[in-house]
Antibody
Framework: EVQLLESGGGLVQPGGSLRLSCAAS????????MSWVRQTAGKGLEWVSS????????YYADSVKGRFTISRDNSKNTLYVQMNSLRAEDTALYYC???????WGQGTLVTVSS | DVVMTQSPLSLPVTLGQPASISCRSS???????????LNWFQQRPGQSPRRLIY???NRDSGVPARFSGSGSGTDFTLKISRVEAEDVGVYYC??????????FGQGTKLEIK
């Protein structure tokens, strides 16, 4: 059974940093690109970032470019996103997603507020 | 960026009746490999999105046969032949033909009348 388990969310002040993790199991993690997608009440679903299977290629939404860094450790079957210079508009539920196969995690909530 | 526009945004349906959701893209979703990367997702209350349909019309494993996808180019439709109580939730279309970025529709909230 495929599982994507996100962690690392929480409350952070504007300008702060947070690192989210996603532990994958049930499929050959190193064979697939992985992504982060976030969901807010006001803006629905928004793609945030993707990384190739090897980690050599990364892609970002304009809204997070220069502030977020996606990475992966294939030896640990884990996906990460380092989020810096956080803003109130980054408040959302962040999902780890295997877009190719349509697998979504349960999400981790990030709240940016003073 | 490709803009995905869904309609209606709210869909009240009587149990056992059909339902249809439209999704239109701002440009053709036919990719250079000949495939059209248009997916449909269902998000039940309190749950993560679940993919129902990939590449326009292919049902994912475990998805009931009452769900079907169709369309081409820029116009796509998700149909539910007979709505059941468990179908309540929000439905999203998503394009993967012209990424980055992947883009989603606004979502259609299906409720029982």
């Amino acid at each position: 059974e495929v599982q994507l388990l996100e962690s690392g969310g929480g409350l952070v002040q504007p300008g702060g940093s947070l690192r989210l993790s996603c532990a994958a199991s049930g499929f050959t993690f190193s064979n697939y690109a992985m992504s982060w997608v976030r969901q807010t009440a006001g803006k629905g679903l928004e793609w945030v970032s993707s990384i190739s299977d090897s980690g050599g290629d990364t892609y970002y939404a304009d809204s997070v470019k220069g502030r977020f860094t996606i990475s992966r450790d294939n030896s640990k079957n884990t996906l990460y996103v380092q989020m810096n210079s956080l803003r109130a508009e980054d408040t959302a539920l962040y999902y780890c997603v295997n877009i190719d196969w349509g697998y979504w995690g349960q999400g981790t909530l990030v709240t940016v507020s003073s | 960026d490709v803009v995905m526009t869904q309609s209606p945004l709210s869909l009240p349906v009587t149990l056992g009746q059909p339902a249809s959701i439209s999704c239109r893209s701002s440009q053709s979703l036919v990719y250079s490999d000949g495939n059209t990367y248009l997916n449909w997702f269902q998000q039940r209350p309190g749950q993560s999105p679940r993919r129902l349909i990939y590449k326009v019309s292919n049902r994912d494993s475990g998805v009931p046969a009452r769900f079907s996808g169709s369309g081409s180019g820029t116009d796509f439709t998700l149909k539910i032949s007979r709505v059941e109580a468990e179908d309540v939730g929000v439905y999203y279309c998503m394009q993967g033909s012209h990424w980055p970025p992947y883009t989603f529709g606004q979502g259609t909230k299906l409720e029982i009348k």
